[in-house]
Structures are given as C-alpha cells and as structure tokens.
C-alpha cells in the first residue's frame, strides 16, 4: 500500500505551481479529494497517511464531486461560476471546463461516461449535459430547488429531490419523462442505491429522517427517524448518506447535530451515532471500507471515523467550508 | 396508512400517463405525469385595499426597515408556483383569486362570493381592526384566514377568533427576540421612544412586556413628535431626546418609521438603536442565505422585482402551510387540512431552520425571528440558552400560560 511518490508531494504543493506533473495518482490510490466551498480549491489527502499533498485550484464556491467511470477525470462543481471543471487524476489540475451552467450543485455521471446530469437549483430543472459537446442534451422542469442526482448503473433512470415539493422526481432517461413523484420527507436532500437496485434510500433533512423508496413499485416503505441524545429535533438534519461496502450498514451524516448514524439495513435500525464536527454534510468511504471521511462544513475539518470501532480517529483541516469528499478508489 | 393511500393514487397517476404517453409521442418536456383537465381546482383567496397608504409609491421608496416593500401577494404567487408538483400528486391545482377592495363592506362581500365558489382558505392583507372584523363576521364557518400582515398582539388575545390563523409574527414576538438578544448582550438598561400614533404605543406597551419578560430595565420613556419646529425641540431632535441620561441601548416604537430612521448614530450616547431602526426584528430579510433562503429570495425578486420581506414571506408561508397539509393528508377537505395544520405531526419549512407549526392556543404561526440591520441579518432568535419546556420557538410570543385568547381548543386530532 506504500506510495513513495507521495513523499515528493508537500514539497510541490507548497510551491502551489499546477504544472504539468509526471503522473504522481494512478486509479485507485485511496487519495482523498475534499472540496472546500470558500477557497476555490480541491485538497488532496493521501490515501495511507492522510497527509495533504496537494491542492488544486478551481472555479468559485467548488461543492460536490464526482470521479468518471475510470477514475482518469475528477468533476467538480462550481457554483459561482456557473461551470463544471474538470479535473486530470494523474496531473492533478484542471484540465477543461463545462461552462454555462447555471449554478450548478450536485450532479451524477451515467455509467458511460458521456453524460452529466445536473440539477439547477435555481431553475427548478433537471440537465442532461453532453460532456463531448459540451452542450445541454434537454432540460425537464421539476420541483423548486431540486438537490440530490443519482443515476442507475443501467444509466436508464435518474432520481431527483425537490427540496421545496417534497419529493422525489424518477426521470427515465431514453424519454426524458418524469416517471414518478414521489411524495418523501421534508427538504429531501441525497441518495444511496442498495446494491441490488431494489431500493433507494433519500435523507429528508427537516424532518430528521431517511425515507426509503421501493424502486420497484416507487412507493416510500419505510422510514427511519434519528434523534441523537441531547440535539433538538431542528438540529438533526441529515445530509449526506452512503453505504457499507457489504451493504449491511448505512452510514447518514447528521449536519446540525454533528453526528454520523450507523444504520443496520437489514432491520432499518439505528445502531450507533457517532460524533464527528461541525455541520456534518459529505461522507466517502476509505478504499479499504474500513474507514469514513466525513466533511464538516462549519468546522472547516474532515472527520475520520473507524467504522469498526465506531469512532472518530481524528479531525483532519481541509480549508474553509468543507464541501464534498470523495475517494479515488479501484475503478468502478 | 395515510401514506399508502397516497402512493396508491399515484400509481394510478402514472397508469393514465403512461397510457396517455403512448398516444402522445411528441410529449411536451414539462410533462409530469398528470395533464391539467384531470387536476381539481384548489383557490386561495387574497384580499387587500386598493388603495392603500403602506404602498403608496412615496411610501414604498423610502424601503422602511419592518415595513412591507410591496404587496405581499409576489410571496402567495411564489408559493402558489412552488406547489405545482405537490399539486399534480395530490391530484389539484393551486391557484389564487386576487382581489383589492375599497372598505371593509367589499372585503365581507368579497370572501362570501369566493366562498360560494368553494373558496376555504383566504390570506387578509389588512389593518388590526378589519382582521378582527372580518374574522368575527365568519366564525363558526367552514374557512381559515390567514393574518398575513396584522402584527397587533390582540389579535392573538383578547380579539381571537378560531378561523384566523397568524403567519406574522406578533409584536410580542418581535419584541421578545429582541429582548432576548439586549440580554445576550446585556445591554440591559433601555430608553424607550414612543411616537405619536396610536400603534406607536401599542408598540411600545408590547416592548414593556418583552423587557419585563425578559427582566429588562427601561430607564425612562420618552415620546417623540415628527417635524422640526424649534419649539417642540425636546421632542423632535434625537439628541435631546437622549440626554441627560444613561442607557445601553434605546429602543423606538415608530410605526411610521420617519423618526426612527433618522435616530441611529443620532443619538447623545454612543449607543445602539434598536426597534423600528437599527436592529429590527422581523420575520424575513433578504440577506437572511441559510435553509434555501437564497433561493427563495431570488424567486421572490424574479417575481416582484424587489427584495422579499416578511410580508412576502408571511403570505408564501400561509399557502404553503395549505399545501403541506394536503401533501401530507391527500385530502383537500378544509376539516381535515385545519386538524392537521393544527396538529403536532405538522412540520412546516419555512427556510429558517425549524420545524414550525401553528399554536393551538391563539392560532399563531410559531417561527424563528430574525434580527436584521440594514443588510445583514446578526441573530436569529430564539438564541443559545432561552429555553422553554414544550418548543423553544414558544419563547418568542405569548405561550400557552400568557394568552389571553379563549379560542377554543378542538381537540379532534
């Protein structure tokens, strides 16, 4: 696991000159990419030690992050500028970028590679975004405020929250028709798929739960509620969610009330929360799975959490409004 | 149960529109799995004057901090768009009667015709006492109104009725965030200006209240009078007005908002002004960016052209407090939409960071308020360590304890 380029690293991040860089990340290193909202950049954390080797300068207000099927190109949404830049894993600068986006937040890359779907907040539209040509393929109206993207591994289906309505938007992508509307939680926010595809679990951030929708009949099944000891029923607002790599445990960041919920998703039930910082909002896995990195927006740090142990190991600094993080783990 | 009563109707929905998709093949883009005929229409009615004096041109110019900055139906018409997709889900479509009548005789004539029409939920843009009249003319009717601009505290005491529901945060709860944030601060020793007009010193009777709540000391009360004649210089020039005394802070009652915007750094002590300048408490602000708050403002400008103030807000929240009920229930019977706005499962987003629901005891919106100085919001209240046995919210207004409305409980749900 040892990486003895990274060493050179500190030295040339200090320098902070993006120059073109023999190729120092290969796919499926374990480095740490966190987008920091106030600094307009992307910090790079080594895999192992954790160390920051790098950070890479981007457009304004960078938030959410998403690698492309083969690890080569790191997207990076960046509001203030209406673009999407995009990244080169092995250089580790920006090497293009999608403009003309409007205030662009979260997004999902298809299975192929060749397309972006965007929710524009402030548009109340969902974007299909042609990366070659770099131009929107269609725009299709939704709910006010539209959040989280999740497309399906089949890429046929992509899932929208509004965060104003209520709900949940289920777009097939051959027909660019809404197929579904789901009502869900308050101010749903993010999703997980389960490995199977069977169902999709969506944060609901002002009603403290997780609402989780049978794909199949596009019905909310079950939900489950969070009330950590000693928070007020508005301070749990969860965010961000992710799941084991076994599938067995749900991890769901809490934003307000600075807890991570462990959630067994065989019997839908909270086992654990565990504290990490401020405004706990993004959360990735480790490449091992052993461990979760855990943004906290107000805090300006990111949480490692043993997930066996079920603590935190630490809180690392990663600049000014922590946004997004994601690993670059083995290709997908 | 309630849920899967909705869902069932959904797949329905989606049945006919896949059905109707087949038939269609070149589908309009905005296609959302209903047509419009299949929808049932859902109104608002929305009342004001025609002609009057809060928005008259030289008036809405001025921008006066806590006043509205222009008719508060852009945030109704805000909300009324956002509910288009609750809307198709729940089988209707919201939409609003918009009226602006002469005298409180257009305003009973107004709802009666829209209520015949099937009309249940009505937003009152109108002055303490045609509130309180119109409310008493329907009691005992099958409608709510919603106060979305009256902040009188008798409304919420002495004059409640049971169909008038509060989106406006009251003078009370005005005033107790700011008496919240002086004790904070502990800037505890406050002169209170009043000013002439009648509202003046309901305003200010409301702050007493807060500051004794609170345990304030107002140092002394003054009352001001507008103008510049040399004469009443005692009672027209901030600076006299001030001297010969120590405070922390003074606090102005001015409705009018004349004398007050000429006070701040005008008065003898390097101290701050609070109330109707300074720092004021209101409901919304436009520089408020937190919960969606900057996308909610950026609709309103996209609608009116100006910044959304609390009457904006007030009125976008009162129709969405509507929809959320039918959202939530699937109905859209008035009985059961009012039980449930009613009720403790009701969790309302109102972009400022609470859950919100209306208080059983006066009708009042429970809300977080904001207190802004010109162009940035510095606290939001209830702040850090006031605490409240049932809802913190409940520290801001009169709690169940305190009020003087005998609004009787329907203990239904």
């Known amino acids: 696991m040892s990486i003895p380029s990274n060493r050179l690293l500190p030295g040339i991040a200090a320098t902070a000159l993006l120059v073109a860089s023999p190729a120092l990340w290969a796919a499926g290193t374990g480095n740490v990419y966190v987008s920091s909202e106030d600094d307009d950049v992307v910090t790079v954390l080594d895999g192992e030690n954790l160390e920051k080797t790098d950070t890479i300068e981007v457009s304004e207000r960078p938030r959410w992050l998403a690698f492309s099927p083969d690890h080569e190109r790191l997207y990076v949404a960046c509001g203030d500028d209406d673009s999407i830049d995009i990244i080169d894993v092995d250089k580790g600068e920006v090497v293009d970028r999608l403009t003309g986006i409007d205030d662009p937040e979260i997004f999902a890359i298809g299975p192929d590679g060749k397309h972006l779907y965007i929710s524009n907040e402030d548009d109340a539209r969902f974007t299909v975004y042609d990366i070659g040509a770099k131009k929107a393929v269609t725009q299709v109206d939704v709910g006010q405020e539209p959040e989280g993207v999740l497309v399906t591994p089949d890429g046929k289906t992509a899932y929208v929250t509004s965060e104003v309505a209520n709900m949940v938007h289920r777009v097939n992508l051959d027909s660019h028709e809404i197929e579904a509307n789901i009502v869900v939680g308050n101010r749903p926010r993010r999703f997980a798929l389960t490995e199977d595809g069977a169902h999709l679990w969506v944060t609901n951030e002002l009603s403290g739960s997780v609402s989780i929708i049978d794909t199949e009949s596009n019905e909310v099944t079950d939900t489950i509620e969070f009330d950590p000891d000693g928070f007020r029923p508005e301070d749990v607002t969860p965010v961000g969610i992710k799941f084991s790599d076994d599938g067995s445990q749900a991890f769901v960041t809490l934003g307000r009330a600075n807890h991570v919920a462990f959630v067994d998703v065989a019997s839908r039930e909270v086992q654990d929360y565990v504290l990490v910082g401020d405004r706990a909002w993004g959360v990735a896995l480790s490449n091992d799975g052993g461990r979760l990195y855990v943004t906290n927006g107000l805090s300006d740090d990111m949480s490692v959490v043993d997930i066996d142990e079920r603590k935190q190991l630490r809180s690392i600094p990663v600049g000014r409004v922590p946004h997004s993080v994601v690993v670059d783990t083995a290709s997908e | ?413």
């Open chain 2, 1 to 413: 149960m309630r849920a899967n009563r909705r869902r069932g109707r959904d797949g329905r929905c989606l049945t006919a529109a896949l059905m109707l998709l087949a038939v269609l093949t070149a589908a309009l883009p905005s296609s959302a799995l209903a047509q419009k005929d299949d929808l049932t229409p859902f109104a608002f009615g929305y009342i004001g004057w025609d002609d009057d004096p809060r928005y008259s041109q030289a008036r809405l110019d001025q921008e006066f901090q806590g006043e509205p900055w222009g008719r508060p139906v852009a945030g109704a018409r805000v909300a009324i768009d956002e509910a288009r997709f609750p809307g198709i889900a729940a089988g209707v479509e919201f939409s609003l009667d918009e009226r602006q009548v002469g005298n409180t005789r257009e305003v009973l004539a107004a709802i009666r015709e829209m209520r015949d029409q099937g009309t249940r939920f009505f937003l009152l843009d109108l002055p303490p006492g045609t509130v309180s009249r119109v409310a008493d003319e329907f009691a005992g009717e099958d409608i709510t109104l919603f106060n979305v601009a009256a902040r009188d505290d008798r409304l919420r005491g002495a004059h409640c009725q049971t169909n008038l529901l509060h989106t406006i945060p009251s003078d009370a709860m005005r005033n107790d965030a700011l008496a919240q944030y002086l004790v904070s601060r502990q800037w505890n020793d406050v002169l209170l200006l009043a000013g002439p007009e009648r509202a003046d010193a309901v305003l200010a009777d409301s702050f007493r209240r807060s500051a004794e709540r609170f345990g304030l000391n107002v140092v002394a009360e003054r009352r001001f009078v507008l103008g510049n004649n040399p004469r009443e210089r005692e009672k027209n020039n901030p600076k006299l007005l001030t001297s010969g005394l120590d405070y922390d802070v003074v606090y102005i009652a001015d409705t009018q908002g004349e004398f007050s915007r000429r006070a701040n750094f005008a008065v003898q002590k390097p101290r701050p002004v609070v109330g109707s300048s300074g720092l004021v408490a209101q409901a919304w602000h436009w520089a408020w960016m937190r919960h969606g708050a900057r996308q909610l403002n950026n609709r309103l400008e996209d609608e009116a052209d100006r910044h959304m103030t609390a009457y904006d807000w007030a009125a976008w929240v009162a129709v969405k407090s509507v929809v959320e009920a039918v959202q939530r229930t699937d109905e859209t019977g008035h009985g059961s939409l009012v039980d449930y706005m009613l009720g403790d499962e009701f969790n309302l987003d109102g972009f400022k960071g609470y859950r919100m629901g209306y208080r059983h005891w006066n009708g009042q919106l429970r809300q977080p308020i904001l207190l802004a100085s010109g162009n940035w919001v510095i606290a939001r209240a209830p702040l850090e360590g006031f605490l409240h046995p049932d809802n913190y919210l409940d520290t801001l207004g009169f709690d169940p304890r305190e009020s003087a409305c005998e609004r009787p409980v329907e203990d239904a749900s």
